[in-house]
């Protein structure tokens, strides 16, 4: 889903907010929480204190009545002595009864010792229930009697003492133990009994059970609003329960302050009570909150100080205080979603004002993306927005510059790309573009006329169209060229895809990319053959030239012969005499024109040329017998060196023939007379066959060596000054060279080198022809 900005700014400012709500719902609520807990506890002190106060003062009461009590009971009793005889015989039946009634108090009853003092009972009573009562076993009151009895003076800790009168503390009566009594025991020495007047009524009752302790507790929950129960803990007796006291008259009483709870309830029990109440005895206070029976309540433990300290609960309702906090839970909730609405809605509106330039600025940049940069955007403002309006005009405007140039530079791109292709394309000459590997990236039209290939055929294909014969040369320019030397254009051949061998002119040319690492190289291949047509033409004129120019030296060669001719047979037509002399050199001189004619022929006749692999060592042994009479006739020897193993030449035999006669005769020529030829031939030159042809004649002067071959210069008296110049163009044509070394008087040597052809190297050739192709 895709959001606007002013969604999201105001998605986020509302969740800013919501969160802050939050946070502050929280905080207030545990605030409100431990500030509604404290008062609560406070109230809780307070009201234990209250409850406290109010039980020690009802103590109090009950004290002040029980000494009230005691007095009147010491009234009753001197009364009481006063009206009974000393010997407790005497007292009449029904005596005690009335007195009782006269005095208002509940019955009197007589004890007196017995077994010579082994027990103190009850003699005589108005209360039918005490006759006859054993108080050998009332522990200090038993002995309280006796000190009664002896001295008048009671020293046991309890009760209220006068003089020869002793009152207990209020208790559970011995002979109904239904009743709480308040006694009292008078002893005047002046009789044989102790007078024992009780009082039994409501309000003794009253003071001595918990009635009252409870109507407390039960005002204080009234008016207390939520708690629940109170209860004072004995700290001695929780978790072990009651002591129980055993009386002198055997019965089991447990005692107020004994039982585990001094007043009050217990029906919110917690397992945790005895602990809480422990720690109230050491800290003073515990408050807690737990739950009982599944309702939620807050306790207070309180040490409250008295004769022995006791801890005093409150258990309080803690639902109130849940709802209290529930209900303002809501409240602020309630708050907190009107007022994130609030805040939505506004923060949408804010959002929209800021966002307003923004969608501005958007529509702006919408348009330039699309090539609208005319327009202008107002957005009129000091703050960054209105930097980016201004920014974004600025750009604009540049764009719209830039945009323009480029356009303008596109044109001429094109135009250039387009002349550039129409020029590759209509080229006449062939090119092509190889990458590294010698794959074929692109060719032009004229390359596909020329070769026959079709640009399908070769692209991303290596070219097969270099001849078997040039392949070595082709590899070395290829070195040179990856070496980075620039080699121009080369003259050689290039099969078509008929097979057919073109005289053409590669250049070659890296092309760079913008890195300047070669990446591809371009060829432009010329087609060459119209040009050596011309060539061939053109050296025909040259040769036509030359035979002109050689027809005149001939035509004057010729003539001096032709003019000794003439003469002899004007001499013969006169004398009509034949001359054998004459006749001789008439022969002779047409043999010189023989001669000069047929070596002119050789310069100035095309012949047929065919190229045949042969043995040289077999043609110069022709020669050899050719010449073999006539050097015996001179007297001069031949020496033949053949080596062994000499490879085959491509070669037209008649004119290597013409050449080695006419290298042979010039040495026999150069020979005065017992002299000899060396011939030799071998392959001491890696791919050549080396003939040399080597004489010890008169040599050749210095200044003479550089107008050897030069037509017609000859030092011979009937030399034409031809022979070297046909050899030297016969071994030209064979791809050979032609040297002469010679040295004056001592001989000369004339080495001619041939290229030999090599089987092995045929093949290594098809080889690398077969590896290119991979
Ligand atoms: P020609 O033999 O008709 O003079 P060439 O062209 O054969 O014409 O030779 C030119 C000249 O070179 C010769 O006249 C001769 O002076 C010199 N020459 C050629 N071969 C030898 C050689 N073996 N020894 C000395 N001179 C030579
Ligand atoms: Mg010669």
């Given at each position: 889903m895709r959001l606007s900005i002013k969604a999201k700014l105001s998605i986020f400012i509302s969740c800013t907010v919501l969160l802050a709500?939050?946070?502050?719902?929280?905080?207030?609520?545990?605030?409100?929480?431990?500030?509604?807990?404290?008062?609560?506890?406070?109230?809780?002190?307070?009201?234990?204190?209250?409850?406290?106060?109010?039980?020690?003062?009802?103590?109090?009461?009950?004290?002040?009545?029980?000494?009230?009590?005691?007095?009147?009971?010491?009234?009753?009793?001197?009364?009481?002595?006063?009206?009974?005889?000393?010997?407790?015989?005497?007292?009449?039946?029904?005596?005690?009864?009335?007195?009782?009634?006269?005095?208002?108090?509940?019955?009197?009853?007589?004890?007196?010792?017995?077994?010579?003092?082994?027990d103190i009972v009850v003699k005589k009573s108005s209360d039918g229930k005490e006759m006859g009562l054993s108080t050998k076993k009332w522990s200090y009151w038993y002995t309280a009697f006796q000190q009664l009895l002896k001295t008048g003076q009671v020293t046991v800790s309890e009760g209220q003492k006068f003089h020869n009168f002793w009152a207990g503390p209020i208790d559970r009566s011995s002979s109904d133990p239904d009743y709480n009594d308040k006694w009292g025991y008078y002893y005047d020495h002046k009789r044989n009994y102790i007078i024992n007047p009780y009082l039994r009524n409501e309000s003794i009752q009253s003071f001595f059970d918990t009635k009252r302790i409870k109507e407390l507790t039960e005002k204080t929950k009234e008016t207390q609003a939520n708690v629940l129960e109170i209860t004072a803990f004995n700290p001695q007796t929780i978790g072990k329960g009651p002591k129980v006291t055993r009386r002198s008259d055997g019965q089991s009483i447990i005692r107020p302050e004994d039982s585990v709870i001094l007043y009050g309830s217990h029906e919110y029990e917690h397992a945790l009570d005895k602990k809480y109440v422990h720690e109230a005895m050491a800290n003073e206070s515990v408050f807690v909150e737990c739950k009982v029976d599944g309702g939620y309540v807050l306790k207070g433990f309180y040490r409250m100080q008295d004769k022995k300290p006791y801890v005093l609960t409150i258990v309080m309702d803690g639902q109130a205080l849940a709802s209290t906090l529930h209900d303002q839970l809501m409240q602020s909730i309630a708050v907190g979603i009107v007022l994130l609405e609030i805040v939505l809605v506004g923060s949408y509106l804010l959002a929209g004002m800021l966002i307003r330039p923004v969608q501005a600025i958007v529509q702006k940049v919408n348009m330039i993306s699309v090539g609208h940069f005319s327009t202008r955007l107002n957005v009129e403002r000091k703050d960054e927005?209105?930097?980016?309006?201004?920014?974004?005009?600025?750009?604009?405007?540049?764009?719209?510059?830039?945009?323009?140039?480029?356009?303008?530079?596109?044109?001429?791109?094109?135009?250039?790309?387009?002349?550039?292709?129409?020029?590759?394309?209509?080229?006449?000459?062939?090119?092509?573009?190889?990458?590294?590997?010698?794959?074929v990236q692109r060719v032009n039209q004229a390359f596909v006329d020329m070769f026959g290939w079709s640009m399908e055929d070769v692209l991303d294909m290596p070219l097969s169209n270099i001849p078997e014969q040039v392949l070595e040369e082709e590899l070395e320019a290829e070195q040179l060229l990856r070496s980075g030397q620039n080699i121009g254009a080369r003259e050689t051949l290039r099969l078509t895809r008929d097979g057919r061998l073109l005289d053409v002119s590669v250049s070659t040319s890296p092309i760079y990319n913008e890195r300047g690492e070669c990446v591809a190289w371009a060829s432009i291949i010329r087609d060459m053959t119209s040009r050596k047509r011309m060539e061939e033409l053109l050296r025909r004129s040259e040769k036509l030239t030359t035979v002109g120019q050689l027809a005149a030296g001939v035509a004057h060669e010729i003539r001096n012969p032709l003019t000794t001719l003439r003469g002899f047979l004007q001499l013969q037509q006169q004398t009509k005499h034949l001359n054998s002399g004459h006749v001789n050199m008439m022969l002779s001189e047409l043999d010189r024109i023989n001669l000069i004619v047929s070596e002119f022929l050789i310069l100035a006749k095309p012949q047929a040329v065919r190229f045949q692999p042969k043995d040289v060592r077999i043609i110069m042994g022709e020669v050899m017998s050719l010449l073999d009479s006539q050097a015996h006739l001179l007297n001069i020897g031949f020496v033949k060196r053949f080596s062994e193993d000499v490879p085959l030449v491509e070669c037209e035999e008649n004119q290597l023939k013409q050449v080695f006669i006419n290298v042979i005769k010039n040495a026999m020529e150069a020979i005065s007379d017992g002299g000899k030829v060396e011939l030799s031939i071998d392959s001491s030159d890696e791919g050549n066959v080396i003939i040399v042809i080597e004489d010890n004649g008169i040599g050749i002067p210095q200044d003479h060596l550089s107008r050897l071959g030069d037509p017609f210069f000859t030092n011979k008296e009937k030399g034409t000054g031809l022979g070297l110049m046909v050899s030297q163009r016969i071994i030209h044509n064979h791809k050979g060279t032609f040297d002469i070394m010679s040295e004056e008087d001592c001989g000369t040597s004339v080495t001619i080198r041939l290229p030999a052809i090599d089987n092995s190297q045929a093949r290594s050739r098809d080889l690398v022809v077969i590896n290119k192709m991979k």
């Open positions: 709500l939050l946070m502050h719902m929280i905080v207030n609520y545990y605030t409100t929480k431990s500030k509604l807990t404290e008062e609560i506890e406070q109230r809780m002190r307070v009201t234990a204190q209250q409850i406290d106060i109010s039980v020690k003062q009802a103590r109090h009461a009950a004290q002040l009545l029980d000494e009230q009590l005691a007095e009147k009971l010491y009234v009753a009793s001197v009364h009481i002595a006063s009206k009974l005889p000393p010997d407790i015989e005497d007292v009449r039946d029904g005596q005690l009864t009335e007195l009782s009634k006269e005095l208002r108090i509940s019955h009197i009853s007589l004890l007196s010792e017995v077994d010579n003092g082994q927005l209105g930097i980016l309006a201004a920014r974004i005009n600025a750009m604009a405007r540049n764009l719209n510059m830039s945009t323009d140039k480029m356009r303008t530079l596109y044109e001429e791109n094109r135009t250039i790309k387009e002349q550039l292709e129409s020029f590759i394309n209509q080229s006449n000459d062939a090119i092509h573009v190889n990458d590294l590997s010698g794959r």
